[in-house]
């Protein structure tokens, strides 16, 4: 964190807290109430999470984009086919070092800005999309992937922390899930791409070298674009805050008492923080030099273990990205084509497009619902839909006679299984995988990207970091473990598997994950200060959803 680089703005905060006294309710708790009263986010916050949003579609296209490149590269590089092991360390590299680069740009977003860390992103994706796509070698191809997984590990971090940290609360949800429509969007656009190249020759090479346009372009709109409100404060540009929540919440009389009880709510957060830190002895904020930044990454860190509030925060957000990703869900995303073709369909890329489109469909419904319904609920309704989609897998898998050979081949035909189970139950499994795939992009799918809420300001980007390299160790383990699963411990062992480690966390959300829907961005802190906050979240959201149907009632 930088030292606060004080601007003309000291008479700011008497202003801010005139002000904010004026309008706060008897409850005091008014400018959540002001917010709540916003009927729509307004232009310039859409363009702004459109165009971060296109990190989102570089995420999808880049991790859906593998599955169609590994098929059409045949001899192309090191003038030999892949081996398993060259296709193993093509597809995991990128997130092994995705895993890498989020706690790291973590640090980076707290010292040069939210923004700054996305433009690096774009720089990596455009590096890495042309060294793939003039690549010569298997190696060469290695260090494309990896480039790409430092842009992914950065981008799916940063980005939702940059749109939340702009977001008028009651639109924070859906705002954060277009970015999940970008990326399961994106990976349907990679499907699509992957398809219509893969009888071209060398067509893989143009599917890589795509993912560097939207780069290109989302680098050249963002330079208009402005850091976060939340930053600009905490490192002493209030103006320039303040400036930016103007542009957000518009101009009239009314937003003028929103934009500074937000403000006000920043300040008490970083004031609370401040004195804290005083009192365990903290870094001096005004030293600058590496020594002291690298002191207050470990002030940081030891902030998010030893903070009551922090570590709750961190344990949340850890618990559902490890869960997103442990249900399995990527293990279709790049190897539903091998399933579908294990058990007898006789064109698995296109039965597999289901699973992307169904993903990218159901993300809208979440899109819709996420703010309304909540998070909490949203999970606790859609969790229960997976766990039936994956037992069914599960028991299905038992009455479809299985080849004999390497689940990792993908070029078993329908006539090796036989019988009525080569026309019944593979059906089955497809009904059961796009129930689960619907359950997953209604909840658990996004969800887990509204980390940054969980978080005060001052361990905001280092705890979205760690929460997101969680999310991207968990993507590591179950793409190096579904083949090797499928063969050891059968279809039916996996989808098994698979299916208890949803109900252990359909449980752990149930016991610890409070409701954070509607409430700003510096309530979710105090709600975590004293325990996981459950109940109380779950009070608070039954009377905001009351007011609001009130309010629809009365027509206001
Ligand atoms: O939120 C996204 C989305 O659900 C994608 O479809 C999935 O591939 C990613 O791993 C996940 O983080």
Not at 458 to 476: D, I, K, M
Request: aromatic content about 10%; charged content about 20%; overall charge neutral.
């Amino acid at each position: 964190m930088s030292r606060p680089e004080e601007d003309a703005a000291e008479p700011l905060i008497a202003e801010i807290q005139d002000e904010g006294e004026e309008r706060r309710g008897q409850d005091g708790r008014g400018e959540e109430v002001n917010e709540s009263s916003i009927k729509s986010p307004g232009a310039f916050i859409w363009i702004l999470t459109v165009v971060a949003g296109v990190s989102g579609l570089l995420f999808g296209y880049d991790t859906g984009v593998i599955s169609s490149t590994l098929i059409s590269i045949n001899t192309d590089l090191s003038s030999r086919p892949l081996s398993t092991l060259d296709k193993s360390l093509i597809t995991s590299c990128t997130s092994l070092f995705a895993l890498f680069a989020s706690p790291l740009t973590g640090v980076l977003a707290d010292q040069w800005g939210r923004k700054k860390v996305i433009l690096l992103a774009d720089i990596l994706f455009v590096v890495g999309a042309l060294w793939q796509a003039w690549t010569t070698s298997v190696w060469g191809m290695i260090g494309g992937r990896s480039v790409v997984g430092l842009a992914v590990g950065s981008a799916s971090f940063v980005v939702p922390l940059y749109i939340s940290e702009l977001s008028p609360s009651p639109f924070r949800g859906r705002l954060v899930t277009v970015v999940c429509l970008f990326i399961t969007g994106g990976q349907v656009v990679a499907y699509i791409v992957g398809w219509l190249f893969s009888e071209h020759a060398h067509g893989w090479r143009w599917m890589v070298g795509l993912g560097a346009l939207p780069a290109a372009l989302q680098f050249g709109m963002l330079w208009f674009l402005p850091e976060t409100p939340r930053w600009l404060f905490k490192v002493g540009r209030k103006e320039a805050a303040k400036r930016v929540l103007g542009r957000v919440y518009g101009p009239d009389a009314e937003m003028k008492g929103v934009i500074n009880g937000v403000l006000r709510r920043v300040e008490k957060e970083i004031l609370e923080e401040e004195d804290a830190r005083g009192e365990r002895g903290g870094v001096d904020e005004g030293k600058n030099g590496w020594r002291a930044k690298v002191e207050r990454v470990n002030d940081g860190v030891s902030q998010l273990a030893a903070v009551g509030g922090n570590r709750r925060a961190l344990i949340i957000a850890c618990m559902l990205q490890g869960f997103q990703q442990l249900c399995g869900f990527n293990s279709l995303m790049y190897f539903s084509a091998t399933i579908f073709s294990m058990v007898g369909f006789r064109s698995p890329t296109l039965t597999s497009l289901s699973i992307a489109l169904t993903n990218f469909a159901m993300t809208l419904v979440a899109f819709h619902f996420i703010d309304r319904v909540g998070r909490r609920r949203i999970l606790i309704y859609s969790i229960p839909v997976m766990i039936v989609g994956l037992a069914l897998c599960a028991v299905a898998f038992n009455f479809v006679a299985l080849p004999k050979q390497r689940a990792s081949s993908i070029e078993l035909r329908a006539d090796e299984v036989t019988g009525e189970a080569a026309r019944l139950w593979p059906l089955v499994i497809l009904v059961a995988m796009v129930t689960y795939v619907a359950g997953y992009a209604v909840g658990l799918g996004n969800v887990p990207w509204q980390q940054s809420e969980l978080f005060p300001l001052s361990v905001r980007s280092l705890g979205s970091g760690f929460a997101t390299a969680t999310n991207w160790g968990s993507n590591f383990l179950i793409g190096i473990s579904f083949l090797p699963m499928m063969e050891g411990l059968t279809p039916v062992g996996t989808f098994a598997l698979y299916t208890s480690i949803c109900v252990v966390g359909y449980v752990a959300v149930i016991r610890i994950y409070p409701e954070t829907a509607g409430l700003g961005l510096e309530d979710v802190g105090e709600l975590l200060r004293e325990g996981w906050g459950v109940e109380e979240s779950v009070r608070r959201a039954r009377s905001r959803r009351r007011e609001v149907d009130e309010r629809v009632r009365d027509g206001r």
